[in-house]
């Protein structure tokens, strides 16, 4: 509910985050614990990210923040980890374009959002079913899938390639909106 209500726009959002509100900004998730190759291919193509002129905001999970942290920090504040967002509404309203696993609460909330996303699902899970979820809305365009096994070689080209063109992530968002079920909390 507090996502789905929150009112922030995204300039505002930006700016109470500490970003330039006219740059695009990527948000990283990983889930709180974190999740080791997106924040590996994330580190790998900051320069290439930080060089097309977004800006990123990298939840790195509590189990890698000593390593990322570090990372983030050479980026003169256009990069800004942290090891968790406790305030997500104002992250998810600021975002640009989000990188995240393919969790159904996840899910659930970039559908609310009508978020354009590009979805790595996590392989260590229960009948692979985050491939599944992301695999609904890939069908549906409504978000570009990076298997994990391929993130470190794609992850970099697709994020930059959606940054760039902001019709495509106009569609995905607004394709994942009309999948979102409101209320599923409560339902």
């Keep these: ?38 924040n590996k291919s994330l580190e790998a193509a900051l320069p290439r990210i930080v060089g097309f002129g977004a800006n990123v905001l990298w939840q790195t999970g509590k189990s890698y923040a000593e390593r990322c942290l570090p990372v983030a920090e050479k980026y003169d504040g256009k990069v800004k980890a ?18 995240a696993r393919a969790g159904a609460a996840t899910i659930s909330e970039l559908q609310l959002l009508g978020a354009p996303a590009v979805l790595v699902p996590s392989p260590n899970v229960a009948e692979d079913h985050q491939r599944k979820n992301a695999q609904a809305l890939v069908e549906r365009d409504a978000a570009v899938m990076v298997l994990d096994a391929e993130a470190c070689a794609k992850l970099e080209a697709t994020v930059l390639s959606l940054l760039s063109d902001a019709e495509r992530c106009e569609t995905l968002g607004r394709n994942a909106a009309k999948m979102a079920l409101k209320e599923s909390d409560e339902r």
Excluded: C, H, N, W
């Excluded at 300039?11 to 990283?28: R, Y």
């Excluded at 967002?85 to 600021?94: G, H």
């Design 82 to 99: 942290m090891p968790f967002i406790s305030d997500m509404a104002t992250a998810y309203s600021a975002a640009d374009l989000i990188v």
């Design 1 to 38: 509910r507090e996502i789905a209500e929150a009112s922030q726009t995204r300039v505002e959002a930006k700016k109470a985050l500490g970003f330039d509100s006219e740059e695009p900004l990527l948000l990283v998730v990983g889930g709180s614990l974190g999740a080791l190759t997106i």
